[in-house]
């Protein structure tokens, strides 16, 4: 299978611009052939075009069919078979297991979504039947559902290039929501995109799905992102990545002459407190399981550990020396490109330069060929926080910062100060996490996910997870990003008065064909009406 | 039951500032005693901090001592009887009917969400069971369920000054979700304002609910809803008024260092299409339905008609001749205040002078004593829409624009051409409607709630309203502001994974004790886990 280096707008192989740009070998740090074409507004422009124009068909279409084709898509991303994982590899640097793994997570993914689509109560159905006889005035027939939004403008992440890139989550979510997609593609692995961006274009034409339900743009700038988050037609965006760039596209898009929802993940600091028992415990286990988390993947998660919290003293200090004595012979590991390399370096200078930070391990910032980093592991007190913003700021890469509390005060203290998160962990014995209520209870405030004595890395994809958080976790810390709920993001209600039975949508007819849950004068039921 | 002018700041009454404003009584044009104390950010401050302060027993308090808060209210509300009433009709010249149907139709509001509260399934809890021995990772426990965001700013309507205003649907909804709230009330109505704050504040004491849950910060100027919206501890704002209102708020929430959601509900034109079977078939009492929604309320509904399409012929023109006929003898009456009647009079002035816009009516423009409006009722061409941006926009009052299609095309064309609605409305023939699916799969895109054969004005509180609509009716398509969905503004999902028995909360645990609809490792059930 040979790579074009084009654009795929609907189920055409195009390129508006000339200029071009090719990924980078991260073992190496060399460019990858083939050239890909960088895309430009008028390549945004066509794209949401033909998503608009197909986009009645998609919304009109039955579950099974469009069940049917988010499942060929996952049939479709396995039968590229190793093509794919090779490309994935060569571009990010990730092992061949991690993206084996990644790609049945993805293709799970897509399960889920195509199971919800056919089940169908995801519509949120109610009915409130007519009252003509209610005084003082008659009761109308009121029937609710979720419809969709319309296209919606999908960012592939850089660190998982295939469960949150371009048949990643939002993807899923937002065709099993009846909404087109336009992805930009990840500049570090156009090749991958558009690889998987042809097995989602051929499961569309193998389910009879109009091809403009789905194009890829790729480009390494900022036009094609631009251009789609100022288009128009586009009702939402999906975007996983940094601070930076998910609060630019939220402004743009606020600022539209109509402001359209932004859904960005950008990442946090995942803080992780040890209570005191837990520490004298096991504590030199869970700094061997830290070490894992902060290490796994080079540390490209957006739910690694990056705040280490726990009081002072002599448990403390065996934690921190087993956890350096972990830490210490792990060798350096590439990350997804030089830009991230020369990022995590730069923090950790910065990091390093602040009075009362301390490494445990020893520092090698330099010296590693290609986008190789070692991983590192500081120290400081908890007092420092609130001086310095820069640590509680994410730092993405495989360090962690080990924050020392002066007593249970400082350590409710520092929770209490932190921004929104992705996750919180706390880690205690039973009898101490029912003292530290307090902290539980805080934390609920603070993060999308809270977890007792694991770790944050490793997010399931299922009905209950939410993986979300307030700002700065995301820009609305009322969704989330995996799971069936993510599904909600993309929809909007619309009542119908008074309809006659064959002209409601099927899910909202007397007859509940669909055997779906619905909301009936009140009531939870399956029943017909 | 006399007014103080203060603002109600938990269980205190205070003002920082000195600048005082009077109320309007619109028949006379003439101010209401007492003065009312001009908000501060000081006021606004005090408020937000006791709120924040109150939150954490808020949110933790059991589902029959909130439900039965809310209950209470409109106990209180009912408890001050006449006062009330004439207090709110003294203020907005509404009519003592209108005004006790509102009151009614506002304890009921608050009575659906008490139930709601009561019964405790909103909180969408779902849980997924672990799989220890799931191969090739172990699948950890996760439940997740929505909780409340924080303290929210609520901004009172002017149009319905207890429905929409201190204990109206935005209040009722955050209450019930566990969130604090500030209204900033509407300066049209402060004495209603107060009254009702008061009410709000007596059955708080007498549920044992903490004061700080809610604070009423009265203000004619800008300076009370700019410091709510800028506020750090704001978590969310709720309003309904002016497009222009709406999306300053938006806007200066969405500049925040850390934006927040505002659900600005700023109205729309709520276009009725006439189809030409039903203007055939009884086009007379259409006519006379559409005047009575027309001049309701003297017009002042977010869901007015202000649209009516119909095609060109006989049949059109028997229809403008019998509304005509309807409109003329109607009387003036009184806007709810003078900058109202200003912005009518202005608005009908220019829409008149728009060429090939025609009054069907005589024109009465100035000359009502108070803040009188005589009704007025306009005919165009479908063409005219497109070049004349003015007429696509709503108009507050009690007017409405008769656009002659000159057939189905342009008739498809108009209502592709619209902008988002709160409401669209079909009138047709069984036949002709399911000739015109494509009419009604359009407007399902552009508003938030499609009516068959009837008129928009009257929004029915259920679960199936959707009273909402994409851009420009609302700041958020995704959202009601009436009906039991519109709590979910309010919301957001926490998900918590591995956590012992005992510190789940009550709605995630094995057991069911509150008998509540969960989805148990996929199925939905109110069986224990």
Redesign the interface.
């Known amino acids: 299978m040979k790579l074009s280096g084009l654009q795929l707008i609907g189920s055409q192989d195009d390129h508006a611009g000339e200029q071009t740009f090719r990924a980078t070998d991260p073992q190496n740090d060399i460019p990858l052939e083939p050239a890909f074409f960088e895309g430009t507004g008028t390549d945004v422009d066509r794209a949401v075009r033909l998503a608009e124009g197909d986009f ?1 068909r998609l919304r ?1 279409m039955g579950p099974q069919q469009r069940g049917g084709f988010i499942e060929d898509i996952a049939n479709q991303i396995m039968a590229l078979g190793d093509v794919l994982v090779r490309r994935a590899c060569a571009e990010t640097a990730l092992p061949v297991g991690r993206i084996e ?1 990644e790609r049945g997570r993805t293709c799970n993914q897509l399960l889920l979504f195509a199971r919800m689509v056919r089940e169908g ?1 995801w519509v949120d159905a ?3 039947r007519a009252q003509p006889g209610r005084s ?2 008659p ?2 027939d ?3 559902m979720q ?1 969709p ?2 296209p919606v403008a999908v960012f592939g992440a850089g660190n998982f290039p295939l469960a949150f890139s371009v048949a990643g989550g939002d993807t899923a979510s937002a065709l099993a929501a009846g909404c087109p997609v336009v992805v930009k593609g990840h500049p570090g692995h156009p090749g991958t995109s558009e690889l998987v961006g042809r097995a989602i274009r051929r499961a569309a034409s193998r389910c009879g799905v109009p091809a403009g339900v789905f194009s890829l743009v790729q480009g390494r700038g900022y036009e094609v992102g631009e251009a789609l988050v100022r288009h128009p037609l586009v009702k939402a965006v999906a975007f996983t990545g940094s601070l930076k760039g998910g609060r630019a596209l ?2 743009l898009a ?2 539209r002459p ?2 359209i ?1 932004v859904f960005a993940e950008m990442g946090s600091t995942n803080p992780v407190f040890i209570l005191p028992g837990a520490l004298r415990e096991r504590g030199a286990q869970i700094a061997r399981d830290l070490v894992e988390s902060v290490t796994l993947g080079v540390g490209q998660f957006c739910t690694n550990p990056g705040l280490v919290f726990a009081m002072q003293g002599p448990g403390l200090d065996g934690f921190v020396q087993e956890a350096a004595a972990c830490m210490a012979p792990k060798g350096p590991g590439p990350m997804l490109g030089p830009a991230l390399k020369d990022n995590y370096q730069q923090r950790l200078a910065a990091l390093l330069r602040i009075p009362g930070v301390e490494p445990v391990v020893p520092v090698h910032l330099q010296s590693h060929p290609g986008c190789r980093v070692s991983p590192l592991l500081l120290k400081t007190e908890a007092h420092r926080l609130l001086a310095e913003p820069l640590l509680g700021e994410e730092l993405f890469g495989p360090a962690s910062i080990i924050v020392a509390c002066a007593d249970r005060d400082e350590l409710l203290g520092a929770a209490r100060a932190l921004v ?1 998160q992705l996750t919180a962990t706390v880690h205690g014995t ?1 009898g101490e ?2 003292d530290y ?1 307090e902290l ?2 805080l934390l ?2 603070k ?8 770790f944050p890395t ?1 997010v ?1 994809v ?5 993986h ?1 958080g ?3 976790a995301t ?4 969704s ?1 990003s995996v ?1 069936s ?1 993510a599904i909600r993001r993309f ?10 039975q ?2 409601l949508p099927e899910e909202l007819r007397d007859r509940n064909s669909r055997g779906i ?1 619905r ?1 009936l004068d ?1 009531v ?1 039921t399956r029943e017909d009406a």
């Open positions: 009645d009109a793994a109560s109610r009915i409130d003082p005035a009761k109308p009121l029937r609710m419809v939004l319309g939220f402004d606020a600022s109509e402001p929802p929104g039973d996490l029912a209520r539980l209870f609920e405030r993060a999308g996910r809270i977890l007792l004595n694991g490793g399931e299922c009905d209950s997870m939410a979300g307030p700002y700065p820009t609305d810390g009322r989330t799971g709920a929809l909007r209600p619309v009542c119908y008065q008074n309809f006659a064959p002209l849950w909301l009140g939870r």
